[in-house]
């Protein structure tokens, strides 16, 4: 059966910077294009190496079967823009249980470990459920390195798929996840 | 053949749209100094913690305030020092809150996460100058 589906991608931003007289930027400084096929940052080539900063900061896949929405991550979740955005995305879905899938989250820093925090209380008060499901090797590591893979309520790999089984057995197993 | 040190001042003023901007120059400059891409994400997430601290709290989000970031990589490190104009914090008082794993705030995880992604995290004038430092052959 065809899942509902949609994705949300953030391109990338520049802004002039002011920059040290004499400092030379190298010409691998190429601003990201933003492809208007696919609305995703061209990825810049740096001496034949594709450095991870240049994907797209956040892509968010969205799959519901409700009451559970999987919402699935890529990119880096840091303060600013990719934070917020998250933070509206899971706040406007009408679902019971939100699953996040960060296994393609390459980065996240203080604010991105804060508002995983954040939902996670704000689910508990309104008595739903925040799975964050397949933590990056990095996403894992902060988590660690700041004890909240004891607060947060992680998942591993089979969640997602679990959670879209279409049998009753499937969302008991994604609400309890 | 690698030069002995190289470095490069960015300066930018406390707007977070700024900051995201400069985080990613700094970035491309230190790229392929790094020895791999574990120790590049570490500075990246750190680097982005100094600036927002330094944006968030040194400036107050005033786009009038100007902050200094410097970056110097040498055969051993990479170091990064921020600059902010703001009256700096008492950094005794910057408790780890996070270490207990009871910290459920969306706040005071930073400076935790500097000094466990970095090698060297320390601080002067009062707070409003902080020094990361990575040494470029991981510590065994």
């Known amino acids: 059966m065809e899942r509902p589906q949609s994705h949300l991608c953030l391109g990338a931003i520049s802004q002039l910077l002011c920059v040290r007289p004499g400092f030379q930027p190298a010409e691998r400084y190429r601003q990201c294009e933003m492809s208007s096929r696919n609305k995703l940052p061209v990825l810049d080539v740096l001496q034949g190496k594709e450095s991870f900063r240049r994907v797209s900061m956040l892509r968010i896949d969205i799959q519901s079967v409700p009451p559970v929405v999987t919402l699935r991550c890529s990119g880096r979740i840091v303060l600013g823009v990719e934070a917020e955005t998250l933070r509206c995305m899971v706040g406007t879905r009408p679902e019971r249980c939100v699953i996040i899938d960060l296994q393609q989250v390459h980065a996240m820093d203080a604010a991105g470990l804060g508002l995983l925090v954040e939902l996670h209380c704000r689910a508990k008060q309104r008595a739903s459920i925040l799975t964050v499901a397949n933590p990056s090797p990095c996403v894992r590591r902060l988590m660690a390195l700041t004890n909240l893979s004891s607060v947060l309520q992680v998942a591993g790999p089979s969640a997602g798929a679990a959670a879209h089984r279409d049998d009753d057995e499937g969302r008991r197993c994604a609400m309890s996840a | ?140």
Request: hydrophobic share 40%; aromatic share 4%; net charge negative.
């Open chain 2, 1 to 140: 053949m690698e030069p002995e040190a190289l470095a490069a001042e960015f300066v930018f003023t406390g707007d977070p749209a700024a900051m995201t901007a400069v985080r990613d120059r700094v970035m491309d400059f230190v790229h392929e100094h790094c020895a791999d891409e574990q120790q590049e994400i570490d500075i990246m997430i750190a680097l982005q913690e100094g600036l927002a601290n330094a944006v968030l709290h040194g400036s107050g989000n005033d786009p009038s305030k100007i902050i200094r970031c410097l970056v110097d990589v040498t055969p051993e490190a990479i170091t990064i020092v921020i600059k902010d104009s703001g009256k700096g914090f008492d950094t005794a008082v910057a408790v780890d809150s996070a270490e207990d794993g009871t910290n459920l705030t969306q706040h005071g995880r930073g400076i935790y996460l500097m000094r466990g992604l970095m090698d060297e995290v320390s601080y002067r004038h009062g707070g409003s100058e902080l020094r990361l430092k990575k040494l470029r052959t991981p510590q065994p």
